[in-house]
Each structure stands twice: as structure tokens, then as C-alpha cells.
């Protein structure tokens, strides 16, 4: 027996060898040379894969080249179990199982041999819907018809051959044909025999009921819209011509109907015929069609064409999966096809939900949901949203399968304890992988303390929970967290925990305790006396205090900061700076003659910040004042530097500053924030001959990130090399030694030279990408990201990539898996890369396949990691990086925002006041708020005159 199974080997492997060069590979891998490779090299080759396979299993490609070799090889043996390995990660495609069973069809020769090929026909038509496959099915079976019950068994395939793709409009009638051919090869045996006039009765029934199937077949297919259909009706003809018989005239009507079926089809299937492949908008209007005419049947096959070509696509897979569980409803074909969705597309957590719900809808087992949930924690889940969302539908599972008043006491038990497993090892999971910021609304925890109130009646536990696993790991921080245990608190608990909370809210909400002591005063006024009321006032009042002390302190840090950040400002060269007259001897009580001093010092000191404020206030707020919402802005007089009161004493004079003259965005004294402050408020305006700025600045482009030494030529030159034409003049904002700063202007004498000007941002210039950005005016222009924030499901980002790397190597390595529309190298200012990249594809189906193939690939000597592309929210102008809280709420809250110049830098502070006459400076203004001139007291002034 031994040395029969060697010779059996030895003959499979001889048919391998033989088939080699015929037998084409199903990849385009590095290792399809058609080059003659020696034995050592291939055996190097195949131990090579075989350890990546063994690392990364998940890498689809390994799989494709390591059978490929293995086939090469003839070793039969590695070669079968290569193919199950990957089999069981991955849906395999058409040409790779039909190589497979190909080689296997040719070594079933024993019963048990055919029997196991049946086997793996039966696996490979489950993974997508193909014709090929049936019809490679259908041909072995037919080669079995001499064994008994052969003929039932070929009618059986061909059969489930129709049901799988019978409905296939351009290449279901193969499948239909080919049974036709058969039925009718047995119909001309059965005439051979019933002619003659020696035939038996019994063979002429035989014919007759053979006839009668050919003619069914003839009539079911006539039913059906599909290709060549008149073909089809002209064979009916003549069969039945042949025969004897007229023509059916049902299957006539039946023919036309189809027939106009067929035509109202054609321009969709035209169009999955003439555009580029995945064609996935073609079959999402296809489908749109189908299920508008209501033939499930018809549905659910162009759904299984679809999926064949869009195998990755997890919104089109649960675009079917949605529509059986609505519309077909039978157990086994929607788990089946929930199955086969979760092995092509296990990122799509929606998918694995879904599968756990029409499990349980279906009454499966619970090892069966068991193993479903294992599955989906273990099959890559990038985010902890997505672990929350299929623990809470697992939970969800668990508590519904408790019956509170059917069950015996001992098994409600069992099952409230796996309820409460799963929260703790839910909770303990997320925490362990994500981190505090794995569940920000603590959606476990609250389930968790609800289960225990609710069902269970365990409030002191609900409590716990509440106060251990929310309130003190990071929670016990936010207003919102405590209204929300106030509420549970008012639904399970009592008054008396209720006004706990809200006090305990009150001490230790740092965000917006307001709302905490609103609700408090609420919960007194319907539930508590006068004396609770008294009670929690007053130390709402004092932790308020405290509150507000806090802000005052966080607010003054804040203006010390930004004070820092700003220039002191230098007197111009003659100028003489004002100084508040001394008073002689100690602070006593002043006479009435400095009381009237005093009080007109004050009115001229209020009259002066109220002017300087209206030249500071933008251009809304001025017009505010100008309606009268704010002071006159009328210039100061050449006299107010110096005044002499009533009573004769000399009052300094308070120098506002005058208005700047403004400036195109496009001067070359003129930058993007940095030293802006050298140009002084007080510098006399320079007249110009009047231009039309708008229009200047829509023809020029802002350049930045330029080398120190580049000058206007080389900026020039990197203009002209992109053929942009129009080019006017080219600005650099120098400074000492004639150096430029690396910024400056680009104009053009038409609109649309600067708009292509855009096209060549970061383009190298001197080693550094240059940046071209639009030209804006003075006033409008802010710091500008240029990308995307958002999830953005068709580009990906590539981290960890070799510093060597360049674009075209990227593209070379994303662009087999669909066509790339971007790909951008990631660098620092400086022009030297960061080891990252995006890639963006024309179709989310081409990223998620690129991210399947090329996650984990090795370039070099670095493994790179390959993610959708979805950053970090951006930070606003004036967030504090201590908090998470908005400036608008800190505004609320009193708290100042700082208000932040060109470039994220601090604006001046610089006060064109004498120091001893100078106010404390207020918090920034919120938008829309008038500037309000800061008022000091009389006795601010007597103390500050009698120093």
C-alpha cells in the first residue's frame, strides 16, 4: 500500500511538471519570471516565504507567490497545505481556486479522491458568485455519470448551478446551455433505442419523458432575461419541429416578455461593459433598478456580481446584507452571506454587529455568537469606538438572553453573572489598550450601573460604579457628567443622595459649575425646605468664590504671557515722554482746588483711552461708534499733548497714537506677522497714487518657506519652469545684508496666471519647498491649513517609509491596486522628509485594498504602516492646551482668550501711556464686543497725583 501511495505521488507531481508550463500564475509576482530557475534557488525562495507567511500571515501577496512557486516546485504536499492556509484567512478569487481544483481533478482517482474534490468544489462556488467555476463543477460531475446515481448528481450541480447565476444576464446562458446539451445528448440515446419496430413500450416512455424535460428547460430559460436569447427561441423551434408538435404559444409570450426585460437591461449591462473596472456606481444604479421591479431573486444575483468585483467595499457589502434581512429573510442564506462578509471586509465593524443581531434573531447558539464576538475583537479593529460598539452589542446579547420571571433563580444567576463578567472584562480591555480616553461618554460604565439598578436592584453598587470607574478617573472634572449621575440618581435613587451629588458636583466640576448650582437650585425649590435651601446656597457661594478667584488668577497669567510675547515700543527721537507732576510730602487729604484737579485729569484721561480705542477697533466695531454705540473718533489736536486746566496747573497730555496708513497685502514692507510691530502706530501716513487693491491682490500669490539666499531670479525661474505666464514682478521682503526673509510677493497682470500659480505649491526651490498660498488683505489674513482634517475613507497615510523613499517608488507601489489621484511626500520646512506620506486613491474600494496588500509590507529595512487617512482635530487660535475647553466657553465663564496676532504669536501690548497713569489691562474681547474705555476711581487718582 505504501509503495502504491509513493507511485501515486510520483505520478500527481509528473502532472505538475507537465502542467508548468502551461499553468498560469495568478499573480504578477516578483517570482512569475519565465526565467529558468534551479533547484537551490527555488528551494531558498519557497523557505524565504514560508517564514513571512509564518510571521505575517495576513499579507495576502505572500500567499499568492508562495503557492505559485510551490506549483512550480510540484511539491504536492506543501502545495495542498499552502492553499488551505490561505483559504481559511482568505475568500479566494476565481483564478486561483480554478488552478486548484484543476490540479486536483487530475489526481482524483480513487472513490475517496473524487469525493474530497467534490468537497472543494462545494467550498470554492461559496466564496463569490462565478460561472467559470460552476461550469469547471458541472464538467466533473459529468465525468462521474458511470458510477451509480451519476445522472441525479450532474441534474443536482446543474441545478444549484442555476440558482447561484442562472439570472446572470451575459453569462448565465453558458450555464443553461450546457444543461440543455446534456439533457439533450440523454434524449437522442433514448431515441436510438425506442426506434425500430423491436423497441419496447418501456424505452418509447423513456424518450417521452426525456423530450418533456428538454422541452421544460427550453421553457424555463425562455422566462428569463438573458444574452442571445433569440438564438434560443429559434433552437425551441426547430426541437419542437423535429418533434412534431407546434409551438407552445404560452412560452411565446413568455419569450417576448422576457425579451423586453432583456431591453430594458441592456444600458445597464452596456455600461458595466464600456466603463473602467470596479464599476461600482454602474451596479450601485443597476441595483437601484432591480429592487425598484421587486424580483429578489434578480436583486440578490446583481448584488452577487457586484460583490465579486467589489469584494472590499464594507458599505456595499452591508447595502446587501441590509436588504436580505428586510426583504429575503431566510436563516441560511443570510448567515451565509453574513459569513463571507465578515472574512472579505473584517475592518467594518458595522458588519460584525449586525452578524451578532441575525444570529441571535435567529436563535443560534450561544457558542456560536460566542465565536462570532471573538472573531470580531481579534480581526484588527483600529479604533476604540469600534471595540465599544461591539462590546455594547455583545452585552446587549447576554442581558436579553435573562428571563426575570420564567427562569429558575440559579440559572438567572449564572446568566446576570456573565452579564456582569462581560461589563468588568469590557471595561478592563478597553482601559488596558486604549487608555482613560478609550470610552470619553463611559457608554460600558453606565450601561454597567443601569444593568445594576435597574435589574438587579443593586443602587449601592450602581453608586459605585458610578463614583469609582466614572467620576474618579477623569470624569469628576465635567459639569455634564454630574447632572447626568444627578438624573440616574432622581430615577433609582432618593433625595437625599440626589442633593449629595449635585453639592459634590458643585465642588468639583471645573468646567461649568453654574449649570451644577442652576440644578441645585431647582432640586431645593421643588424638593428641599428652607433650611436645606440656606444651606447648599451658602456653600455654593463660597466654592463659587473660589471658582472665580481661580479664573481671575488663570486670566492674569494669561496677560502676563501675552505681555511677554510683545515688544516695548520705542519712543520717536524727540519726543518727550509726559510725567505726572510730583506731590510734595505724605498722602493727606487733598484741597478743593486738587479735587478739581483731580476730576479733570479723570475726564481728560477717559476722553483720551476712549479715542485711542476707536483708532484700535476694527473696521465693524468703528462702525458701531459711528452709530452711536462708541465714542467720537475724531483726531486728537496738536494741543493735547500739553493742557492747562481751569486753575491753572499744567495736565499731561495723553499721545494717542495715529492712524497707520494702510497697505496693499501685496507691499514689500508688508509680511505675514513677523516684525510687524516695527512698523510704529504713530509713523506718518505716506501718500500714494491711489490703486486698486482687490484687484491686485486676486492677481498676485503669496510665496513662503524660502531659503534666506534665494533671490528674486531663482523664484523667477521655478515660476517659469512651470510654464505660468504673466509673471509681472517678483517682491522678496529683504532685510540686513540683503538677504531676503523667506517670504514675499509673486504678481501678475492677469487673475488667471495667479490661480495656476497654486498649482506648483511646495515646489523645491534651493532645497526647500516653496510655499504659494493666496495673496490676502491686511485684515483678512489667518493661518491656513491647506489639508483635509477629516476621515477621508480613499486616501491613506503611510508611517514609518524610509527617508530614502521617493514619490515615484510610492507610486510604483500603490498604483496596482486602482488608480491614484495624489501622492504627497510629508517634510519638514526644511525640505528633508519625515518618513511619512499620503496616498490618495480615486475610489475608496482601491484604498481599502491597498491597505489589505500593503499594511505591514517591508521596504528596506523599515515594516511600514498604512491607515486611513484621519487626523487630529486642528486647535483653534487661543486653546489652552491644559483644558479641553473652547475659547466660547471660557468666555462664558469670564476667562480671557488670548488673542493671538499673524503666525499664532502674541499682539503687541505695547500702551502709549505714562506707567504711573496706566489701567490694568482687561481680558480679550470676544467677537462682536465693543471695546470699553477702562474707568479708574478718584481715589485710584488722589492716591497716584500725591506719590
Known sequence: MAEAANDSDSGDEKMLDDEEDSSASSSSSEFGSSEEVNDEQLAASIAELEEKVQTTPFQYDFHVNLIGLLRKAADLTKLREARDRMRQLFPLSQELWIDWLQDEVKMAHSVSEKEETIKLFEMAVQDYLSVAVWLEYVQFAIGLMGEEGGIERVRSVFEKALTSCGLHVTQGVSIWEAYREFEMAIYMGLMAQAIGADAAVQDRDSANRQKEKVKSLFKRQLRVPLYDMNGTFEEYKEFVAECNEPVDKNIEHQYKKAFDQLNQRKDFEAALMTSDPPHLEEYRSYLAFEKKHGDPARVQCLFERAIQENCLAGDLWLQYLEYLDSDLKIANIVLAVYERAVRNCPWTVAIWQRYMVALERTEAEDGKVQDVFNRALNSGLTQAADYVATWLIYIDYLRRRISWDGEDEADRRLRTDAVRNAFAKAHEQLTEFFGDKADPSAQVVKYWAFFEAFYCKRMDEARKLWNEKIMQLGHGREASFWLEFYQFERVFGDENHCRKVLLKGVHTASDFPEMIVEELKNF???????????????????????????????????????????????????????????????????????????????????????????????????????????????????????????????????????????????????????????????????????????????????????????????????????????????????????????????????EASAMQALSIDRTMVEGRPMFVSVCRPDGEREKVFHFSTELEKSKLFISNLPFTITKEALNTIFEPYGPLKDVRMVTYRNGKPKGLAYVEYATEEAAQQAILKCNGLLIGDREIAVAISNPPKRKEPGFRKDDDETPEMRMYLGASVEELGPRGRGRSQVQLLPRSLSVKATPALAAGQTAQPAKMSNDDFRKMLLK
Open 524 to 750: 431645593e425649590r421643588y424638593y428641599g425646605t428652607l433650611e436645606s435651601y440656606d444651606s447648599s446656597m451658602e456653600k455654593c457661594e463660597a466654592q463659587m468664590e473660589r471658582v472665580r478667584e481661580r479664573r481671575e488668577k488663570a486670566a492674569g497669567k494669561e496677560l502676563q504671557a501675552a505681555k511677554k510675547q510683545g515688544k516695548p515700543a520705542a519712543a520717536k527721537p524727540g519726543q518727550q515722554k509726559p510725567v505726572a507732576p510730583k506731590q510734595k510730602g505724605a498722602a493727606a487729604a487733598p484741597s478743593a482746588q486738587n479735587q478739581k484737579r483731580l476730576t479733570a485729569v479723570l475726564q481728560q484721561h477717559t476722553q483720551s483711552v476712549e479715542k485711542a480705542n476707536q483708532r484700535k477697533a476694527p473696521a465693524g466695531r468703528m462702525e458701531e461708534q459711528e452709530n452711536g454705540s462708541g465714542a467720537s473718533a475724531a483726531a486728537p489736536g496738536p494741543d493735547e499733548a500739553s493742557m492747562v486746566d481751569s486753575e491753572g496747573f499744567k495736565v499731561p497730555g495723553f499721545c494717542a497714537p495715529k492712524k497707520a496708513p494702510k497697505r496693499a497685502a501685496n507691499d514689500t514692507e508688508q509680511d505675514d506677522g513677523e516684525g510687524a510691530d516695527k512698523r510704529r502706530a504713530w509713523e506718518p501716513e505716506v501718500k500714494k497714487p491711489r490703486v486698486d487693491e482687490a484687484v491686485r491682490n486676486q492677481q498676485t500669490v503669496f510665496v513662503s518657506n524660502l531659503a534666506f539666499s534665494t533671490d528674486e531670479e531663482q523664484v523667477k525661474a521655478a515660476f517659469h519652469r512651470a510654464s505660468i505666464s504673466g509673471l509681472v514682478e517678483v517682491r522678496l521682503v529683504g532685510k540686513r545684508g540683503n538677504r531676503s526673509r523667506g517670504y514675499g510677493y509673486v504678481e501678475f497682470d492677469n
